[in-house]
């Protein structure tokens, strides 16, 4: 099956579009999975998590999973799988004091090997100014070669824009 990226900036689309893409595919019999990396840490972020879910319906199974991203990958038993998103995962691997490479190299090949389609939604975060912080700067430069080593793997890249998808690979 196929290996799907889609990115774009803040409020580009990009979860919603996944949405679409992995109903599009839906099998009669199989379940969506929706695998979410957020963790609700404050009240805002429980917010924007309760406006995804209302957004997901009832008819995708939510597996919360902030780290072990390669491990929800393999264990998740669906037609479609829609991960949101791997920059707020890579957040929670560099909080978390993770070994990042090794996480990264874990959830490629996981996605790789997927035998359904898997939608990966991540955030360009390079195409603003420089960050003024060194975690920020670090973040934004291990978040770009990230969505490079997602690209290289997907069979389709898409940029959404305005919400709409231009797809690049």
């Known amino acids: 099956m196929a290996l799907v990226l889609v990115g774009g900036g803040a409020r580009s689309g990009k ?19 929706y695998i979410a990396t957020a963790q609700a840490l404050d009240d805002e972020m429980r917010d924007r998590i309760a406006h995804h879910r209302s957004e997901r319906g009832a008819e995708f199974v939510t597996v919360e999973e902030p780290l072990e991203l390669a491990d929800a990958i393999r264990s998740a038993a669906g ?19 993770r070994d990042i490479d090794a996480a990264m190299s874990a959830a490629v090949a996981a996605a790789g090997e997927s035998p359904v389609e ?7 975060v390079g195409c603003g100014i420089v960050p003024e912080n060194a975690l920020a700067r670090e973040f934004r430069d291990r978040a770009g070669a990230m969505n490079q080593r997602f690209a290289e793997a997907a069979n389709e890249v898409y940029w959404m824009v305005f919400g709409q998808p231009l797809r690049v690979k």
Do not use: H, K, P
Not at 118 to 124: A, C, H, Q, S
């Open 79 to 97: 037609s479609a799988i829609v991960v949101d998103c791997l920059t707020l995962w890579l957040s929670n691997l560099m909080l978390g004091a």
């Open 15 to 33: 979860s919603r579009w996944a949405l679409e893409r992995a109903r599009r595919t839906w099998r009669s019999g199989g379940r969506l999975i």
């Open 118 to 124: 898997l939608i990966l939604v991540t955030n360009e």
